[in-house]
């Protein structure tokens, strides 16, 4: 998509595609885009037609995200070094999923599997922090 777009997320942002048609039956589009609050990003969508499949491809890059940056440093502030919920991020910043994904994939965080009971079951997972010291314990969660 060409043209200017004000959005509340990213701000004032300007994308310019430039389109290459490789081949009969493959092309490519790259998007620069520039945001206000986002930075620069690149955008590929690359086609193809071989018979009998045909698919697409699409990537986007951007080398630094002033907003994901912003949401690490919430993350920290927040819950340090103890595991969260990408639910538990929403109430930092509206929409935290696509940013939380940006953060994976340059290893910024890490991510642990989901559980799954064996039968089908429902599975739920607690946790407490526990101080204790000189014949007593308190636990500090709620």
């Not at 777009?5 to 081949?23: C, D, H, K, W």
């Not at 955008?43 to 499949?53: K, N």
């Amino acid at each position: 998509m060409r043209g200017w777009i004000v959005t509340s997320r990213s701000g004032a942002e300007v994308t310019v595609p430039y389109y290459f048609n490789l081949a009969p039956n493959y092309d490519l589009t790259l998007a620069p885009r520039l945001s206000a609050r986002r930075g620069v990003q690149l955008g590929a969508d690359f086609r193809y037609l071989f018979r009998p499949m045909r698919g697409e491809m699409r990537a986007e890059y951007a080398p630094r995200d002033p907003e994901a940056d912003r949401l690490f440093q919430r993350i920290k502030e927040e819950f340090t070094t103890l595991p969260f919920c990408e639910r538990w991020c929403d109430r930092l910043q509206p929409d935290s999923g696509s940013l939380l994904r940006v953060l994976h994939r340059h290893g910024v965080i890490s991510s642990y599997p989901v559980l799954i009971e064996t039968h089908g079951g429902m599975v739920s997972q607690a946790e407490h922090t526990i101080l204790a010291g000189n014949g007593h314990s308190e636990i500090t969660t709620l």
